[in-house]
């Protein structure tokens, strides 16, 4: 094949990527999707639409949801609707991969390295209530950090009311965990009395 006919299949490639298609196997991936690139960053909003859709599904790049969400909202600022759409629908998963990048923080040994791990979870749930603010409270419960957990959540509940509405329901549970916590550790310790004066 020639230099010209590789060009030709690749202009064809990049339009129906940009159309949403898969174009034929044989392409020359990175020269296509270097195409692609430099419309998307020359301002293209139809190209930078389709350029999140790769991240966002890991499509010949690898997967990334926070690319993708960074190239939706640049098609959404220049009035593209689909884009628009697409950053709405990718958010929760910008969250969900963030929330992973801060419990791999948590995870580790080192004390800066768990408390910068919690300070971008409490970020998150700020940010977003909807999604990110059950999952730490779901994680302070599961390493029963209960007082952190109702200082955060009385925290939150005075950022806004959309806020204070999803603490309420979160308050109680964080109490439901603690309670069942104590009363476990306390029938352990009655086991130990009756135990011992046997």
């Known amino acids: 094949m020639t230099e010209l006919e590789i060009m030709e299949q690749n202009m064809i490639a990049w339009q129906l990527i940009e159309m949403g298609w898969k174009p034929p196997e044989e392409t020359d991936w990175d020269y296509c999707l270097a195409l692609l690139e430099k419309e998307a960053e020359g301002g293209n909003d139809r190209a930078q639409l389709r350029y999140g859709d790769l991240f966002l599904i890991g499509d010949h790049v690898e997967k990334n949801s926070l690319k993708a969400s ?7 600022d220049q009035g593209n609707m689909k884009a ?4 709405r629908e990718c958010r929760p998963l910008v969250v969900l991969d963030m929330m992973k990048d801060a419990m791999s923080l948590i995870e580790s040994d080192n004390p800066e390295t768990i408390a910068k791990g919690f300070a971008m979870m409490e970020y998150l749930a700020e940010k977003d ?3 990110a603010l059950p ?3 779901d994680i302070y419960i599961a390493i029963g950090a209960f007082k952190r957990a109702r200082e955060f959540l009385n925290r939150m509940a ?19 965990a ?3 916590e104590k009363n476990g550790d306390d029938s352990e310790a009655e086991n130990e009395q009756k135990q011992g004066g046997e």
Do not use: R
């Not at 628009?84 to 950053?87: E, G, N, Q, R």
């Open 129 to 131: 209530a909807e999604n």
């Open 135 to 137: 999952t730490v409270t």
């Open 84 to 87: 628009k759409k697409a950053l």
């Open 178 to 180: 603690a309670a069942e």
């Open 70 to 76: 960074q190239w939706y909202k640049k098609a959404a």
């Open 158 to 176: 005075e950022v806004s009311k959309k806020h204070a509405k999803a603490v309420s329901g979160l308050l109680e549970k964080v109490e439901a």
